[in-house]
C-alpha cells in the first residue's frame, strides 16, 4: 500500500505540474487579450515584441490557411497525444527527466486546446526578430511543449528503449 501511495503522490505531483503549465499560459494569454487588440505590436527589446496574433494552424501556421477543419483536426490529435503522454507517465513514473517532458508537453498542449475551443485558434504573443529576420510568434505553452520535447528526446537517448530498466537489474 505505501508503493501505491507514493505512485499516487508521484503522479499527483507530474499531472500538477501539467495543470500549472497550462494555468499559466491561460493566465498569460488573458492578460495579452485584454490588454492588446489584435495585430498590436508592444516593443519590449530591439529584438523583442509582445503582440496579439491567432494561429488556427498548428506550429509555424501550418495549415492555418485551411478553411476550419484543422481546429478540431489539432483539437483531437492534441488530446489523443495528451492520453498517451498520461500513460508513459504512468509507466515511467519512478523517474524525473520523462515524466518532467511528458507533464510539459501535456500541460502545453492543453493550454492551446483550450485556445481552440475557446477562440478557433491559439493565442499568440512573444516574437523574436534580428533585423527583418523574423520567428514566428508562439505562446507559453508552445514554449513548454518544445522545452518537453527537447527533454523527452534527451532522457530517451540517455536511455534507450532497449536498455534494461532499474527494476530488471535487480
Request: glycine share 8%.
Amino acid at each position: 500500500m505505501p508503493e501505491q501511495r507514493l505512485f499516487s503522490a508521484r503522479m499527483a505531483g507530474w499531472l500538477g505540474l501539467a495543470v500549472a503549465v497550462g494555468v499559466a499560459d491561460q493566465l498569460i494569454k488573458q492578460l495579452v487579450l485584454a490588454m492588446l487588440h489584435y495585430g498590436q505590436v508592444v516593443p519590449v527589446t530591439p529584438f523583442f515584441d509582445i503582440v496579439l496574433l491567432y494561429n488556427p494552424g498548428a506550429a509555424f501556421s501550418l495549415l492555418a490557411d485551411q478553411p476550419g477543419w484543422q481546429r478540431w483536426f489539432f483539437t483531437i490529435l492534441a488530446v489523443a497525444i495528451c492520453a498517451w503522454l498520461t500513460v508513459l507517465l504512468r509507466q515511467h513514473q519512478h523517474e524525473r527527466l520523462l515524466p518532467a517532458a511528458f507533464a510539459l508537453i501535456i500541460g502545453g498542449a492543453l493550454g492551446n486546446v483550450v485556445d481552440r475551443l475557446l477562440h478557433g485558434a491559439v493565442v499568440d504573443y512573444l516574437h523574436f526578430y534580428v533585423g527583418r529576420f523574423s520567428w514566428p510568434a508562439f505562446n507559453l505553452a508552445d514554449s513548454a511543449i518544445f522545452v518537453g520535447v527537447a527533454l523527452m528526446l534527451w532522457g530517451s537517448f540517455r536511455h534507450p528503449a532497449n536498455a534494461p530498466s532499474r527494476e530488471n537489474k535487480t
